[in-house]
């Protein structure tokens, strides 16, 4: 009878190590789950301030754009600028070769 009672008791310690065992497990998971969750907030952060550096970039990219588009503006003004600058230096050497035959016949 000692065998059988001794092999409960055996038993019953054997059942409760298995219980704790799986608390344990169940413990380890829980505080696997809650270090998936710290991560996957901490990843979801780094995930939004990537988007805002994107963000930033493209601002900086549509800005250069419409440096860009300006600098072209001004060229052309300056393209502009030149030919008038061009016609009047035609112009004044048209009034200068007038002036010379104006001279020339004086001197005749």
């Not at 952060?45 to 503006?73: E, K, L």
Request: hydrophobic share 30%.
């Amino acid at each position: 009878m000692r065998k059988l009672v001794g092999n409960t008791d055996i038993e019953d310690s054997l059942q409760r190590l298995d219980r704790l065992t799986q608390e344990e497990a169940q413990m380890a998971s829980a505080e696997s789950l809650k270090v998936t969750h710290n991560v996957d907030a901490k990843v979801t952060g780094v995930d939004d301030r990537v988007r805002d550096v994107q963000d930033s970039v493209q601002d900086v990219g549509n800005n250069v754009q419409n440096i860009d588009g300006r600098v072209q503006y001004v060229q052309s003004d300056v393209h502009d600028v030149r030919n008038k600058v061009q016609d009047v230096d035609e112009r004044v050497q048209g009034v200068n070769d007038k002036l010379e035959q104006v001279d020339r016949s004086l001197s005749l």
